[in-house]
Nanobody
Framework: QVQLVESGGGLVQAGGSLSLSCGASVRIESIRTAGWYRQAIGKPRELVAQITSGGRTNYADDVKGRFTIYRDRANNRVYLQMNSLKPEDTAVYHC???????????????WGQGTQVTVSS
Protein backbone atom coordinates (compact mmCIF):
# COMPACT_ATOMS: atom_id res chain seq x y z
CA GLN A 1 0.00 0.00 0.00
CA VAL A 2 1.41 3.38 -1.00
CA GLN A 3 1.45 6.12 1.57
CA LEU A 4 2.69 9.64 1.10
CA VAL A 5 4.82 10.81 3.99
CA GLU A 6 5.46 14.47 4.70
CA SER A 7 8.23 15.90 6.82
CA GLY A 8 9.70 19.27 7.66
CA GLY A 9 6.92 20.98 9.56
CA GLY A 10 7.44 22.74 12.83
CA LEU A 11 7.28 25.99 14.74
CA VAL A 12 8.84 29.11 13.27
CA GLN A 13 8.64 32.83 13.92
CA ALA A 14 6.97 35.14 11.45
CA GLY A 15 9.37 35.97 8.64
CA GLY A 16 11.13 32.65 8.95
CA SER A 17 11.38 29.72 6.55
CA LEU A 18 10.53 26.04 6.47
CA SER A 19 11.00 23.37 3.86
CA LEU A 20 8.50 20.54 3.53
CA SER A 21 9.28 17.24 1.85
CA CYS A 22 6.98 14.52 0.53
CA GLY A 23 7.79 11.02 -0.62
CA ALA A 24 6.23 7.59 -0.93
CA SER A 25 6.53 4.96 1.77
CA VAL A 26 7.32 2.26 -0.79
CA ARG A 27 9.20 2.12 -4.04
CA ILE A 28 7.21 3.69 -6.88
CA GLU A 29 7.73 4.27 -10.58
CA SER A 30 6.99 7.99 -10.68
CA ILE A 31 4.92 10.88 -9.43
CA ARG A 32 2.84 12.81 -11.92
CA THR A 33 0.98 15.93 -10.81
CA ALA A 34 1.63 16.71 -7.16
CA GLY A 35 0.48 19.42 -4.83
CA TRP A 36 0.58 20.80 -1.35
CA TYR A 37 -2.66 21.61 0.42
CA ARG A 38 -3.24 23.09 3.83
CA GLN A 39 -6.03 23.09 6.33
CA ALA A 40 -6.23 25.55 9.19
CA ILE A 41 -8.49 24.95 12.17
CA GLY A 42 -12.09 25.68 11.26
CA LYS A 43 -11.32 26.19 7.58
CA PRO A 44 -11.63 23.97 4.53
CA ARG A 45 -8.60 22.37 2.93
CA GLU A 46 -7.12 24.62 0.24
CA LEU A 47 -4.57 24.25 -2.52
CA VAL A 48 -1.27 25.96 -1.78
CA ALA A 49 0.87 24.93 -4.72
CA GLN A 50 0.86 22.38 -7.51
CA ILE A 51 3.40 21.04 -9.97
CA THR A 52 2.62 19.01 -13.08
CA SER A 53 4.66 16.19 -14.53
CA GLY A 54 5.98 18.70 -17.03
CA GLY A 55 7.13 21.05 -14.31
CA ARG A 56 4.41 23.66 -14.65
CA THR A 57 3.59 25.25 -11.29
CA ASN A 58 0.53 26.92 -9.86
CA TYR A 59 0.24 28.82 -6.57
CA ALA A 60 -2.47 30.22 -4.37
CA ASP A 61 -2.48 34.01 -4.58
CA ASP A 62 -1.48 34.52 -0.96
CA VAL A 63 1.70 32.44 -1.24
CA LYS A 64 2.97 33.66 -4.61
CA GLY A 65 6.47 35.00 -4.32
CA ARG A 66 6.95 33.36 -0.91
CA PHE A 67 6.53 29.63 -1.54
CA THR A 68 8.19 27.45 -4.15
CA ILE A 69 7.17 23.93 -5.11
CA TYR A 70 9.73 21.72 -6.83
CA ARG A 71 10.43 18.08 -7.43
CA ASP A 72 13.27 15.58 -7.42
CA ARG A 73 12.41 13.20 -10.24
CA ALA A 74 15.23 10.80 -9.53
CA ASN A 75 14.03 10.21 -5.98
CA ASN A 76 10.31 10.77 -6.57
CA ARG A 77 10.07 13.50 -3.99
CA VAL A 78 8.21 16.80 -3.95
CA TYR A 79 9.18 19.78 -1.85
CA LEU A 80 7.66 23.04 -0.70
CA GLN A 81 10.04 25.83 0.26
CA MET A 82 8.23 28.37 2.39
CA ASN A 83 9.81 31.77 3.00
CA SER A 84 8.58 34.93 4.69
CA LEU A 85 6.11 32.90 6.69
CA LYS A 86 3.14 34.63 8.27
CA PRO A 87 0.94 33.59 11.20
CA GLU A 88 -1.89 33.03 8.73
CA ASP A 89 0.18 30.28 7.10
CA THR A 90 -0.36 28.19 10.22
CA ALA A 91 -2.07 24.95 9.20
CA VAL A 92 -1.61 21.25 8.64
CA TYR A 93 0.07 20.84 5.27
CA HIS A 94 -0.80 17.78 3.21
CA CYS A 95 0.95 16.33 0.21
CA UNK A 96 -1.20 15.04 -2.65
CA UNK A 97 0.09 13.23 -5.70
CA UNK A 98 -0.84 11.07 -8.66
CA UNK A 99 1.43 8.09 -8.19
CA UNK A 100 2.39 5.44 -10.72
CA UNK A 101 3.30 2.36 -8.70
CA UNK A 102 4.89 0.28 -11.46
CA UNK A 103 6.07 0.68 -15.02
CA UNK A 104 2.77 -0.44 -16.58
CA UNK A 105 0.60 1.11 -13.89
CA UNK A 106 -1.93 3.91 -14.05
CA UNK A 107 -1.81 7.04 -11.88
CA UNK A 108 -3.60 6.71 -8.54
CA UNK A 109 -4.18 9.70 -6.30
CA UNK A 110 -2.89 9.62 -2.72
CA TRP A 111 -2.89 11.96 0.24
CA GLY A 112 -0.38 12.25 3.03
CA GLN A 113 -1.43 12.51 6.65
CA GLY A 114 -0.04 15.99 6.97
CA THR A 115 2.59 17.92 8.86
CA GLN A 116 1.87 20.80 11.21
CA VAL A 117 3.27 24.23 10.40
CA THR A 118 2.90 26.84 13.11
CA VAL A 119 4.02 30.42 12.59
CA SER A 120 4.21 32.60 15.68
CA SER A 121 3.84 36.37 15.58
Amino acid sequence: QVQLVESGGGLVQAGGSLSLSCGASVRIESIRTAGWYRQAIGKPRELVAQITSGGRTNYADDVKGRFTIYRDRANNRVYLQMNSLKPEDTAVYHCNADVIRSAMGIPINYWGQGTQVTVSS
